[in-house]
């Protein structure tokens, strides 16, 4: 059957038939506009699909924390370090951490209000105690950021071995509580992101001997990393990042822990990055 013959049929068929009027042709043009529509933003909708999945592969297992706007803190993957390194390894008093704690791993501490560019840094590398700790430019070859996060233990372990009171597992039991040893180069210093006593607002961020009880834990609770040495646990003193501060000011602006909330909480959110960097 040829073509002519197939239009003369059709012309048959359809030849009495009333011509179509405006209405129709109107509904049917914007019939195709909401399927060429349809057709955008599925696309749109798969491509964006697939870069949330890639951002999620690419910071799975150390959040942080996502850079603009970070999930919650959480274990860290990066390479072990020799089993004696722990939380008694350091000068002070060892804290009493139930048997198979997990390996230390290297790490990288990132304020989300900075996004990943600047990163927790001992001011002027000294490993000594007392020794203010930053935020500093990320540089694989500053010394200064070279930390171990160790003694990775649930709150509700802690606890239990007496080294957080009851307010902290009764609020926070579920949650990770963890210590971050300065190890420059890979060596492991035995002194941790702390604080000094007495406790109080607006207390500087130090180095202090690892192992100080519940003064060198940090409670991952979210974004936010808990001072275990709060004496108030339902509003807890946490690590913060002067609001008003940039890295690059002179002096070098330093953390302390102020009450949640205060003084606003982009500086209080924080990101956990493995830094492989390390040898």
Same mark, same amino acid.
């Given at each position: 059957?040829?073509?002519?013959?197939?239009?003369?049929?059709?012309?048959?068929?359809?030849?009495?038939?009333?011509?179509?009027?405006?209405?129709?042709?109107?509904?049917l043009t914007a019939g195709h506009r909401m399927r060429r529509r349809r057709r955008i933003v599925g696309a749109v909708s798969v491509f964006g699909s697939g870069m949330l999945?890639?951002?999620?592969?690419?910071?799975?297992?150390?959040?942080?924390?996502?850079?603009?706007?970070?999930?919650?803190?959480?274990?860290?993957?990066?390479?072990?370090?020799?089993?004696?390194?722990?939380?008694?390894?350091?000068p002070g008093t060892p804290t009493p951490v139930p048997s198979g704690a997990p390996a230390a791993a290297f790490v990288t501490l990132h304020s989300a209000a900075l996004r990943?560019?600047?990163?927790?840094?001992?001011?002027?590398?000294?490993?000594?105690?007392?020794?203010?700790?930053?935020?500093?430019?990320?540089?694989?070859?500053?010394?200064?950021?070279?930390?171990?996060?160790?003694?990775?233990?649930?709150?509700?372990?802690?606890?239990?071995?007496?080294?957080?009171?009851?307010?902290?597992?009764?609020?926070?039991?579920?949650?990770?509580?963890?210590?971050?040893?300065?190890?420059?180069?890979?060596?492991?210093?035995?002194?941790?992101?702390?604080?000094?006593?007495?406790?109080?607002?607006? *207390?500087?961020?130090?180095?202090?001997?690892?192992? +100080?009880? !519940?003064?060198?834990?940090? /409670?991952?609770?979210? %974004? #936010?990393? &808990?001072?275990?040495?709060?004496?108030?646990? *339902?509003?807890?003193?946490?690590?913060?990042?002067? +609001?008003? !501060?940039?890295?690059?000011? /002179?002096?070098?602006? %330093? #953390?302390? &822990?102020?009450?949640?909330?205060?003084?606003?909480?982009?500086?209080?959110?924080?990101?956990?990055?493995?830094?492989?960097?390390?040898?």
């Open positions: 059957m040829d073509d002519t013959l197939i239009r003369d049929l059709l012309d048959r068929t359809i030849g009495d038939e009333p011509a179509m009027g405006p209405v129709v042709e109107r509904a999945a890639a951002v999620i592969v690419m910071t799975s297992g150390f959040t942080v924390g996502s850079a603009p706007e970070p999930s919650a803190l959480g274990t860290v993957h990066a390479r072990p370090v020799p089993s004696a390194v722990g939380p008694s390894a350091g990943l560019v600047f990163a927790l840094d001992v001011y002027k590398g000294n490993a000594q105690p007392r020794q203010p700790l930053i935020l500093f430019r990320l540089n694989k070859y500053d010394r200064g950021q070279d930390f171990i996060v160790s003694a990775t233990r649930p709150v509700s372990g802690y606890f239990q071995a007496r080294v957080l009171p009851a307010g902290a597992d009764q609020n926070y039991g579920g949650d990770q509580a963890e210590e971050f040893q300065y190890a420059p180069a890979g060596s492991p210093s035995g002194l941790c992101m702390g604080v000094s006593a007495p406790f109080a607002r607006s *207390t500087v961020v130090v180095l202090e001997p690892c192992g +100080a009880g !519940a003064r060198t834990l940090w /409670i991952a609770a979210g %974004v #936010l990393l &808990i001072s275990g040495a709060n004496t108030s646990w *339902t509003n807890p003193y946490v690590l913060t990042y002067p +609001a008003s !501060a940039f890295p690059t000011d /002179i002096p070098r602006p %330093v #953390l302390r &822990i102020q009450p949640l909330g205060h003084p606003g909480l982009p500086g209080q959110r924080w990101i956990i990055t493995p830094r492989s960097s390390v040898s």
